[in-house]
Nanobody, 123 residues
Framework: QVQLVESGGGLVQAGGSLRLFCAVSGRASSIYTMGWFRQAPGKVYEFVAAIRWDFGNTNYADSVKGRFTISRNDAKNTLYLQMNSLKPEDTGVYYC????????????????WGQGTQVTVSS
């Protein structure tokens, strides 16, 4: 079992920055991939960024490349998402999630999820 708690969301103007945090507890040794996903009102989960927990390989959605950075601190069992040059279309609830088995961007395959943190970008 892995427990995840997100924080760091808030209201920011377009062009601003936010840093999201995901605290990991439980069996962190079972993590293969960690991802950030977001959900806008009335829409499905959208992949944002992922990181392979052991080697640090990363992948990003085209919509956030060059603006967002995913990283992790093994010692602190924390996942981060640095978001710069935010746009109104980045608005949504952001979730961190764990896939214990493989490198994938498909949210349906992620087993553990946090409760989410709201990000609102005003124009």
């Amino acid at each position: 079992q892995v427990q995840l708690v997100e924080s760091g969301g808030g209201l920011v103007q377009a062009g601003g920055s936010l840093r999201l945090f995901c605290a990991v507890s439980g069996r962190a040794s079972s993590i293969y991939t960690m991802g950030w996903f977001r959900q806008a009102p009335g829409k499905v989960y959208e992949f944002v960024a992922a990181i392979r927990w052991d080697f640090g390989n990363t992948n990003y959605a085209d919509s956030v490349k060059g603006r967002f950075t995913i990283s992790r601190n093994d010692a602190k069992n924390t996942l981060y998402l640095q978001m710069n040059s935010l746009k109104p279309e980045d608005t949504g609830v952001y979730y961190c999630a764990v896939n214990p088995l493989t490198w994938t961007m498909n949210p349906a395959t992620y087993r553990y999820w946090g409760q989410g943190t709201q990000v609102t970008v005003s124009s």
